[in-house]
């Protein structure tokens, strides 16, 4: 158990339609990071926030968007879906300060989403 | 562009046998860490090892080890004494430069441990 937990773990919902994927990071970690995991694009890099601020940007669409609240915990929104967002999502956090240093990023169990 | 190449979709190995798993990067950048993961069947990401471009020493954790050849850009992590446990999916990652801590991940070699 990495300590970074998602919800849901899966879900179903239909094209066109706007989901919420949540994620709490390890007690302590600053850093919040989303990837995703689809079978055409591997594992990407979408977005980092730390401590409530946006860090890095990575292949983000403009259909997506994310935040990271006063708690700390982060919410990934996926609105206008279609069949190509179908994919497991990441969370990862870390205490990483954007600094060169080793910061490992613990993953969380995912959620796989599924537009039908 | 920072990249990151897996040329092996898939290895196997026989149980208690050591095996290596290829990665080669490509970055103009003189810092940067290299990580690898494992994913099992059941999804999640487990962080193995990890090296710093400026380590001197190649990274070690229990029956991991990393294989580091700053000059070939080759990050290879060896597996040894090999067990059922280890059958899975190995990502190479790395992350460039100063100011990010963004993952660039491979494309993954499945590995499979036979008895």
């Known amino acids: 158990d990495s300590g970074v937990t998602q919800t849901p773990k899966h879900l179903i919902t239909a094209t066109g339609q706007r989901v919420t994927l949540r994620c709490s990071p390890r007690?302590?970690?600053?850093?919040v990071y989303w990837y995703q995991q689809s079978l055409d694009q591997g594992l990407q890099f979408l977005i980092q926030y730390y401590n409530g601020e946006e860090r890095a940007k990575g292949n983000i669409l403009e259909r997506f968007s994310a935040q990271q609240f006063p708690d700390l915990h982060s919410e990934l929104n996926l609105s206008s879906l279609e069949l190509g967002d179908s994919a497991l999502y990441f969370c990862?956090?870390?205490?990483?300060?954007?600094?060169?240093?080793?910061?490992?990023?613990?993953f969380g169990p995912g959620t796989r989403l599924t537009v039908l | 562009a920072q990249k990151i190449t897996q040329t092996q979709p898939g290895m196997f190995v026989q149980e208690k046998e050591a095996v290596t798993l290829d990665c080669t990067y490509d970055t103009s950048d003189p810092s940067y860490g290299l990580f690898w993961y494992k994913q099992p069947s059941s999804g999640e990401m487990i962080f193995l090892i990890y090296q710093g471009s400026y380590d001197q020493q190649n990274a070690t954790e229990g029956r991991y080890s990393l294989n580091f050849q700053k000059a070939r850009k080759s990050a290879n992590l060896v597996i040894s004494a090999s067990q059922l446990g280890d059958s899975a999916m190995y990502f190479c990652a790395m992350r460039e430069g100063y100011n990010t801590d963004k993952l660039i991940f491979g494309t993954g070699t499945r590995l499979q441990v036979f008895p």
């Open positions: 007690s302590g970690d600053l850093s």
């Open positions: 990862a956090s870390s205490a990483g300060t954007g600094k060169f240093s080793y910061n490992e990023q613990f």
